[in-house]
């Protein structure tokens, strides 16, 4: 179970004026990116952000077992923001967000208007449709720049049109989303608090398909959840060396009832150059356990109980996931070869009161259940960072995922998980624009589901293979103000890709088929090349 994570697109009033990237590899697939900014006025600044991505090629198969390695289509997004901030405490932002993303794949002869649903050739194809409006509103005290108050709001509406050969799965989401919040000082600034409401109101329509087999089925279902509730967070920073955040939200779901979060992060920098972080809090989610999982539907197996599942009270009759999840973070600043160097060094913990586990283990089906038991997961990440000659960087790091669950069969590693990975990058940069960078990953053995059921010839190994990957790229900066880019790279430059990506692929519609057992690279070698242009 993973935080919200707070992806800050540009914003218009600190952004290029223009920025535009062209993009295109040896697969067939072209990037375009366009972004503008306009200041308007003193108070008011507008920002136009658009990603348009091609990919045509439909006769990539490194594996040469008659399937697409990738969905052929077209992507396109696009947000319109605006930015208002008078200079006497209001600040204001809103805009609009839109994504549309339509793709087939499947056998590399599948034609969609004359093989769609039947056993001609197999396909897959989706369309996915996004939009959302936002908008937040916050204003400054100006007699107290410490005290504020902000109201954010979000609506937005999602739309997946998807089949997946003779199964076909769709669904619909409107969402809503409100927190208002509070903030100042308790005497001065070492007290600091926030308190605030908020409110995520989901409405989900799902539909599920099977046609032209002797197990049709057909299921339209659906729910509506609501989580209402309430927040405090105080923060006590008594100098520049320890910072304490005591957090405690209150919230009720409208199909699990009361629930509480609490959270506390500590940060001590007990002297200059070293800082310890220690965190810890709980988690709790609602499972949507067909849109998470899209590629049950692309294999032979069936879902077991399913009829149970999409009938259920709730969500699909399951509880709610439950985590605490517990994190030491040590970073160290020092001098090697007389240049800024550091080390860092994280422990993190998650213990499931509750989880959802998605059960592939028998080759035949997937199940949905409850925990019954212990699951768990610890990771450890070390990186080390230095600059062994000037304009040089390099970064090294390794980590190690011990990720167990208790299944109906017994403890077992997640699947498809490595649990050790290795990286490396070199960066070097000249002050003549030159820049050179190359990337080494390490990635160690997988568990693999169990197919010890399936016939000989579709049974594999208990752990993948451990593979390298390496990426590189070379980029030339241009005139005056180095605004004009050229660059060229590669990746996968080791060619490493799996072998045996579909289990099955001969028998499309047999009952071996299986799409789910993906633990590589499917694509090898690939080497691409673009342009980049900004105005400040």
């Known amino acids: 179970m993973a935080g919200q994570i707070n992806v800050e697109l540009k914003k218009p009033h600190n952004s290029e004026k223009l920025y535009f990237n062209a993009y295109a590899n040896n697969m067939g697939r072209t990037d375009v990116n366009l972004n503008l900014s306009h200041h308007i006025n003193e108070k008011w600044s507008v920002g136009l952000l658009l990603h348009d991505n091609f990919m045509y090629n439909k006769e990539m198969n490194f594996s040469n077992n008659g399937f697409r390695d990738m969905p052929v289509g077209n992507l396109f997004s696009g947000v319109n923001r605006w930015h208002f901030e008078n200079g006497k405490g209001i600040i204001a932002q809103f805009g609009v967000k839109f994504l549309h993303d339509d793709r087939v794949g499947g056998q590399i002869d599948f034609n969609e208007k004359t093989d769609k649903y039947t056993t001609n050739k197999y396909g897959l194809g989706f369309k996915n449709q996004r939009i959302e409006g936002f908008g937040k509103l916050g204003y400054v005290f100006p007699t107290n720049k410490h005290r504020s108050i902000g109201l954010q709001l979000s609506a937005s509406q999602y739309k997946q049109e998807s089949y997946f050969g003779l199964n076909s799965y769709d669904n619909e989401q409107n969402s809503f989303y409100a927190n208002l919040l509070f903030q100042d000082i308790l005497g001065n600034v070492a007290h600091k608090y926030k308190v605030g409401a908020s409110l995520q109101y989901d409405k989900l329509n799902e539909d599920l398909n099977r046609y032209n087999s002797e197990n049709d089925y057909s299921y339209q279902f659906g729910r509506k959840e609501a989580v209402a509730g309430a927040f405090a967070e105080y923060t006590f920073s008594p ?104 080390v860092s060094v994280e422990l993190f913990h998650n213990n499931f009161q509750n989880q959802v586990v998605v059960d592939f283990e028998n080759p035949r089906e997937v199940s949905f259940y409850n925990l019954d038991g212990k699951s768990y997961s610890n990771s450890l990440q070390a990186e080390l960072r230095f600059m062994p000659l000037n304009h040089f960087e390099v970064r090294m790091a390794y980590r190690m995922l011990d990720v167990k669950t208790d299944y109906n069969t017994g403890t077992l590693q997640k699947p498809l998980t490595a649990k050790h990975r290795g990286f490396m990058n070199l960066a070097y940069n000249l002050h003549s624009g030159w820049s050179f960078d190359y990337t080494l990953n390490v990635v160690g053995p997988k568990r693999l589901p169990n197919t010890s059921s399936n016939p000989v010839e579709y049974q594999l190994a208990t752990h993948s293979d451990a593979y390298v990957t390496m990426n ?65």
């Open 472 to 536: 590189a790229q070379v980029s030339k900066s241009f005139g005056k103000n180095k605004n004009f880019d050229i660059y060229v790279g590669g990746e996968n430059l080791s060619n490493f890709y799996q072998k045996d990506p579909i289990l099955a692929f001969d028998q499309p519609f047999g009952q071996n088929f299986d799409t789910n057992m993906l633990w590589g690279p499917i694509a090898g070698r690939m080497f691409y090349t673009g342009i980049r242009y900004h105005i400040k």
């Open 239 to 342: 100098n520049e060396k320890f910072d304490a955040v005591l957090g405690l939200r209150q919230d009720y779901n409208n199909i699990y009832g009361w629930f509480t979060t609490p959270r506390a992060v500590l940060r001590y920098e007990p002297v200059l150059g070293t800082t310890i972080r220690l965190s810890s809090g709980r988690g709790q989610r609602t499972a949507n356990i067909f849109a998470e999982n899209l590629g049950i539907f692309a294999s032979s197996r069936t879902i077991n109980g399913l009829a149970t599942l999409v009938n259920g009270e709730g969500a699909y009759g399951l509880k709610p996931e439950v985590s605490w999840n517990t994190g030491l973070t040590f970073d160290q600043s020092f001098q090697i070869f007389g240049r800024e160097s550091g």
